[in-house]
């Protein structure tokens, strides 16, 4: 059975508390937390004061997104805020082995995410540091794209390094998870699922979120 990290980026902004509380009452494991800046991605989500909003209602392991330039000088900010798991992606990150030491040391999961163009062996001497590795199976920045169809062939081969090197790294796919590519996934080795459009655009999110725990 997989985690599942519902993508807050297509909630209800208006109505922010109330689809927290629905993801509380759901079989969700994690809420997914996309921060974007319009530098890393073109898009603006949202920042730190509604991080902490949503924090105030979670009840469950706050799973956040970086998808901005220059994250280490955030770190601090965002375990302030309420993250219990921090992704920052490889492409933004020149001393990554660093940022990776200050999340630990902040007292958070550390994750990295890597583009679709970025190959799976870039990670091959941080893997053994990684709690997570988030495979974007779209190009970050919007919601409701379709699946990139590659990304299943590097969760195969991130799997067969992380076994390899004997790590406990877990896999996260992010971008375009619905039933089909969902299970598609979980077979190739992924270990947590992220959805955004999928569950919060279908009629019952909480039945959507129960279907895809159920794959
Ligand atoms: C995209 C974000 C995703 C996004 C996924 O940049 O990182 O988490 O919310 O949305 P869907 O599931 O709609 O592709
Ligand atoms: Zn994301």
Redesign the pocket.
Known sequence: MAIVSP????CDFANIQRDVEMLNQSEADWL?I?V?DGVF?P?ISFGLPVVKAMAKHAKKTMDV?L?IQNPDQYILDFKNAGADMLTVHYEACTHLHRTIQSIKQAGMKAGV?LNPHTPVFLLKDILQDLDLVLI??????????S?IEHSIEKVKELKAMISDQNTHTLIEV????NLETGSRLINAGADAL??????FNSESPSQTIQALKQL
């Open positions: 993508s807050l980026l297509s997914h996309d974007m991605v898009n997104h998808m995410a974007m199976s779209v190009n970050p920045g919007f919601g409701g794209q699946f992010d971008g375009g998870v992220v959805a955004g459009s999928f569950v």
